[in-house]
């Protein structure tokens, strides 16, 4: 599976995006696909999941209420919308599949497969 990120770009404080993770290949209704972003000089953070089955879905405590995950299974992408953004949310943002292993869906080390990654800059 490949994973293809976008969406990002430059916004004001309290504007919004909607970050994009298109996957080729299949994935499957037991999978997970998760939203991690790593700011200049910090390491890569949790953000959000959710089960490709719609379930599972969680946030961190830094967004919830502001994001919110979702998924199109019909064209196999995941989606990311970032409301009221702020400048701390600077950073790039990464998709990631879990393969249905269930286990450490928080950390980068529970994921299989990884996007490149797409930038997301708040200004103040």
């Known amino acids: 599976v490949q994973l293809q990120a976008s969406g990002g770009g430059l916004v004001q404080a309290g504007e919004s995006l909607r970050l994009s993770c298109a996957a080729s290949?299949?994935?499957?209704?037991?999978?997970?696909m998760g939203w991690f972003r790593q700011a200049p000089g910090k390491e890569r953070e949790f953000v959000a999941r959710i089960g490709w089955n719609g379930g599972n879905i969680y946030y961190a405590d830094s967004v919830a209420g502001r994001f919110t995950i979702s998924r199109d299974i019909a064209k196999n992408t995941g989606y990311l919308q970032m409301n009221s953004l702020k400048p701390e949310d600077t950073a790039i943002y990464y998709c990631?599949?879990?393969?249905?292993?269930?286990?450490?869906?928080?950390?980068?080390?529970?994921?299989?497969?990884w996007g490149q990654g797409t930038q997301v800059t708040v200004s103040s």
């Open positions: 290949g299949r994935i499957f209704s037991n999978y997970v």
């Open positions: 990631a599949l879990n393969r249905g292993r269930y286990i450490s869906l928080g950390l980068t080390t529970g994921y299989d497969y």
